[in-house]
């Protein structure tokens, strides 16, 4: 079948690698795609969020299954488009319908999901402009730090971890009144600080079934040690270490399960990746937010590591016939760095040449904020590539990645070299 992958990150470079090795693919597509895309499969100029002209596409190239990479299209509804168009309804979408998709639209949305459900999650109030000296006194209420969650969509910025209390209350009205993270923050979550070490579950649902791919963790500061600016993901590593095989069974019996059948319960239409952002507090596993698509860079970790056929995988989403399907996982470790543009997560210049792509032999190099210009590659975001390797544990495969970054450069580059440093 031809099929066509939304988006343009490391995600979407890995989506596409890894379908393009199946014998279910004949042609493929990504939209818009980068540089690595292009090796892999033909890139389409058009936007995650034109539907009318991925109609369009979707048409011309006969595309019969399409894998929703990013947010943003699942948020705004691509989902449902397919559904309600009569050329395009018998197209297989992965990637929930708008009203599931608010689990990751709307920080309160998800939090009252989990309270319905009894999922373990922190104590949280919400508020607006018109009550901000309600949150005032909450955040007197709580110990420090001070958790504050634009409750709209903030590209992975939105979320604030405060030590001082006159500072949380300034920054409360900075996203409220000021609108200092735009629409995303005309209403914020603020949230008790859970204490504990973070990982990734991963869940393929067909709304009746679910599947959970490996755990992983990724590192979101900028600076060694978990210091500086968040970014979008500075690295990973997959399996998590301390994710034994009883805290995976608590993750599975308290959070996955009662997810699913959350959204069943709630008549939320669900195809797809769930992913539940984790905390891991004593030995109890805490939920701090879910998002409707694979993680990025976790992807680069988690679908390398994955050894059946993901086509096949998203037929049967599509035909809710997942349980079906039994899941074949490579043993060993993986982890990705993320090599990025000087600057970021802050401003950063576009357009340095990156050289010596063609010596690395012993890594997966996925292209993120990368594309190709007069025959060259060059930066374009920034966050530019991903490094994955595998090792039969973390610390060679993570040794395998540095090597490999040694041979790869380009103007003001910069990496953590530090992941995997708190396991």
């Known amino acids: ?3 066509l992958v939304l988006g343009s990150g490391g995600r979407e470079h890995t989506f ?4 393009a090795q199946s014998d279910h693919c004949d042609n493929l597509f990504v939209a818009p795609g980068n540089s690595g895309t292009s090796t892999v499969a033909t890139n389409l100029n058009i936007g995650v969020t034109d539907f009318e002209a991925i109609k369009d596409e979707v048409l011309k190239h006969d595309v019969k299954l399409v894998v929703v990479g990013p947010e943003d299209p699942l ?3 691509v989902h449902d488009f397919f559904i309600n168009d009569a050329q395009l309804k018998h197209v297989s979408v992965i990637g929930p319908q708008k009203a599931a998709a608010e689990l ?3 920080k309160e949305f998800a939090k009252e999901f989990m309270m319905r459900h009894n999922i373990p999650t922190a ?5 607006t402009k018109d009550n901000v ?12 730090p001070y958790v504050l969650k634009a409750d709209g969509l903030a590209a992975g910025k939105g979320v604030l971890i405060l030590d001082d209390l006159d500072e949380a209350k300034l920054e409360l009205k900075q996203m409220l009144v000021d609108a200092k993270f735009g629409d995303a923050s005309t209403k914020v979550v603020i949230e008790e600080f859970l204490d504990g070490i973070e990982l990734s579950c991963f869940v393929l649902t067909d709304g009746k079934d679910y599947k959970i791919l490996p755990t992983a963790k990724d590192y979101k500061r900028i600076g060694e040690g978990d210091t500086g600016l968040n970014t979008g993901g500075m690295g990973a590593i997959s399996p998590v270490p301390f994710a034994t095989e009883d805290f995976l069974k608590k993750i599975e019996d308290r959070i996955v399960k009662p997810t699913v059948d959350g959204l069943a319960k709630d008549k939320l239409p669900y195809k797809g990746f769930i992913f539940i952002g984790l905390i891991k507090v004593g030995d109890e596993p805490k939920v701090i937010e879910y998002n409707v698509r694979m993680g990025d860079p976790e992807t680069e970790v ?15 989403i599509s035909k809710q016939t997942l349980s079906d399907i039994e899941l074949d996982i490579d043993e060993r470790a993986a982890t990705t760095v993320m090599l990025v543009s000087g600057g970021y997560p802050e401003a950063y210049e576009k357009g340095k040449e990156i050289f010596g792509l063609e010596n690395v032999k012993d890594s997966l190099v996925f292209h993120a904020g990368a594309k190709e210009s007069d025959g060259k590659i060059v930066t374009s975001g920034g966050r530019v590539m991903a490094v994955t390797s595998f090792g039969n544990t973390y610390q060679d495969a993570v040794k395998k990645s540095y090597q490999s970054i040694k041979k790869l450069c380009f103007d003001k580059m910069n990496y953590r070299k530090d992941i995997g440093f708190d396991l």
Do not use: C, Q
């Not at 596409?16 to 379908?19: G, L, P, T």
């Not at 104590?123 to 508020?127: I, K, T």
């Not at 000296?133 to 110990?143: A, P």
């Open 1 to 3: 079948m031809n099929i």
């Open 302 to 316: 988690v679908l390398p590591r994955l050894k059946t056929d993901l086509v096949k995988i998203f037929d049967a």
């Open 133 to 144: 000296e309600d949150g005032y006194k909450f955040l007197e209420t709580l110990n420090p």
């Open 123 to 127: 104590a949280y109030e919400s508020f």
């Open 16 to 19: 596409a690698w890894k379908i």
């Open 104 to 106: 990751e639209g709307s």
């Open 75 to 77: 948020v705004h509804g």
